[in-house]
Nanobody, 125 residues
Framework: QVQLVESGGGLVQTGDSLRLSCVAS????????PGWFRQAPGKEREFVAA????????YYGDSVKGRFSISRDNAKNTVYLQMNRLKPDDTAVYFC??????????????????WGQGTQVTVSS
């Protein structure tokens, strides 16, 4: 059984930074590609970022490009999401997920096999 536990969310002001962490239990982390999604009230779950198994390539949603950065530490079974220049539109519950699919990590939630419970990020104006 794989469990993902996110941390690092909170209440910040516009322009601030936050770093989210997601720790995976079990032994599959190094052979999986992790991603981050977010969901605001009344909206669909949105792709934020994903990173390949090797950590060599990262992919971002258009709304966060240039502001957010995803990274991974296989020794710690952890994936990070560094969020800079936060805006009120970034307010959402942020979820980490793992996909076992080969190739480029997908941007659709149904491509991911394991999910965390989410951490709330609120950006005030």
């Amino acid at each position: 059984q794989v469990q993902l536990v996110e941390s690092g969310g909170g209440l910040v002001q516009t322009g601030d930074s936050l770093r989210l962490s997601c720790v995976a239990s079990g032994s599959i982390f190094s052979s999986a590609a992790p991603g981050w999604f977010r969901q605001a009230p009344g909206k669909e779950r949105e792709f934020v970022a994903a990173i390949t198994r090797s950590g060599g390539f990262a992919y971002y949603g258009d709304s966060v490009k240039g502001r957010f950065s995803i990274s991974r530490d296989n020794a710690k079974n952890t994936v990070y999401l560094q969020m800079n220049r936060l805006k009120p539109d970034d307010t959402a519950v942020y979820f980490c997920a793992l996909t076992l699919r080969e190739g480029v990590p997908g941007q659709l939630p149904n491509m991911y096999h394991y999910w965390g419970q989410g951490t709330q990020v609120t950006v005030s104006s």
